[in-house]
């Protein structure tokens, strides 16, 4: 029961996220051609734009990831910049993963209550920043475009801005929180093989 509500829990928080970054972008690009629904619109027209919403922040966070700017797994390596925002973060050195170390068997490992929700929030966490991040990336280019063609106030000019630096914000939490994840695990598989070799 606890493994049901637990993988219940991070269909529910991958799908929020899918849906607020892609709904950001999809009401910027609405915003920016001013075509927003307007007030009492069809029911059916709402629902479909949380389709397309899903679907957007989907593509969105893989494509960043084919692209590599964006992690979509755990990292084994980090590059210089990488890891000195996880040194700063974690106040600890980053140490490359072995290739022969399996992800998968040390989560596996865990049988702690603690140590899998640790894990599961870095996890959702990780997320968040995968996905919502290249959302906001791309929505304030969105943004700065209609102030810069259409001309605006300051808030029009402030709020691409703020789009964009949390956008990047975002982005390098991921980076950070993936390789909190990948240290974790590899530590933990570390201990596994330890104890075993004890017996």
């Known amino acids: 029961m606890n493994e049901l509500i637990s993988a219940l829990r991070r269909f529910i928080m991958r799908d929020l996220t899918y849906l607020i970054g892609g709904g950001s972008l999809v009401a910027s690009v609405l915003y920016t051609l001013d075509r927003l629904p307007k007030p009492g619109a069809d029911l059916t027209l709402y629902l479909l734009i949380a389709g397309i919403s899903y679907v957007v922040g ?59 929700a640790w894990l599961e929030r870095i996890t959702s966490l990780q997320q968040v920043g995968t996905t919502v991040g290249p959302c906001w990336l791309t929505s304030s280019v969105f943004l700065g475009a209609r102030w810069w063609l259409k001309g605006g106030d300051g808030f029009g000019l402030v709020l691409p801005l703020c789009g964009g630096l949390m956008g990047l914000i975002l982005v390098h939490l991921a980076w950070i929180k993936a390789a909190q994840q990948a240290q974790y695990l590899s530590r933990h598989a570390g201990q596994a093989v330890s104890n075993r070799e004890d017996r």
């Open 58 to 116: 989907y593509a969105l966070q893989d494509s960043f990831g084919l692209l590599h700017i964006v992690p979509t797994t755990a990292p084994r390596a980090l590059n210089p910049y990488c890891q000195s925002l996880y040194r700063c973060y974690v106040r600890e050195a980053w140490t490359d993963i072995p290739v022969g170390m399996s992800f998968e068997r040390a989560e596996e490992r865990l049988s702690d209550e603690r140590q899998m």
